[in-house]
């Protein structure tokens, strides 16, 4: 890969796989923020949007690339949750059109 592309990826959320960072895992941005724990506090719904985002100094595009990342290639829970969200979504986040996405699901807590 050479140094354009990098720099034109390094602009737009992504999910990145590196052996010497989280043993592996995918993480967002080439941190070392993993996508599993972006997801499973979104998903939890202990905090707001914007606490997360600036606990893990992330935007709210990382986040929609992580929830979509785990819709489609997540283990089967994330696919049932999040599946049908991540197809009709694909469109736009694939063209950054992060404000007209709305936000995945979230666990909803019986009162």
């Given at each position: 890969?050479?140094?354009?592309?990098?720099?034109k990826?390094?602009?737009?959320?992504?999910?990145?796989?590196?052996?010497?960072?989280?043993?592996?895992?995918?993480?967002?941005n080439?941190?070392?923020?993993?996508?599993?724990?972006i997801?499973?506090?979104?998903?939890?719904?202990?905090?707001?949007?914007?606490?997360?985002?600036?606990?893990?100094?992330?935007t709210r595009g990382?986040?929609?690339?992580?929830?979509?990342?785990?819709g489609?290639?997540?283990?089967?829970?994330?696919?049932?949750?999040?599946?049908?969200?991540?197809?009709?979504?694909?469109?736009?986040?694939?063209?950054?059109r992060?404000?007209?996405?709305?936000?995945?699901?979230?666990?909803?807590?019986?009162l």
């Open positions: 890969m050479n140094k354009l592309s990098r720099a990826i390094g602009k737009y959320p992504h999910v990145a796989f590196a052996p010497y960072m989280r043993f592996g895992s995918p993480t967002i080439n941190t070392q923020t993993a996508v599993e724990t997801i499973k506090r979104w998903w939890c719904a202990t905090e707001t949007l914007e606490l997360m985002l600036e606990d893990f100094s992330i990382d986040l929609l690339v992580a929830c979509w990342y785990m489609i290639y997540g283990t089967g829970v994330w696919k049932r949750r999040w599946g049908q969200w991540a197809k009709d979504n694909s469109a736009d986040l694939w063209h950054s992060f404000d007209t996405i709305e936000l995945p699901p979230q666990y909803e807590r019986a």
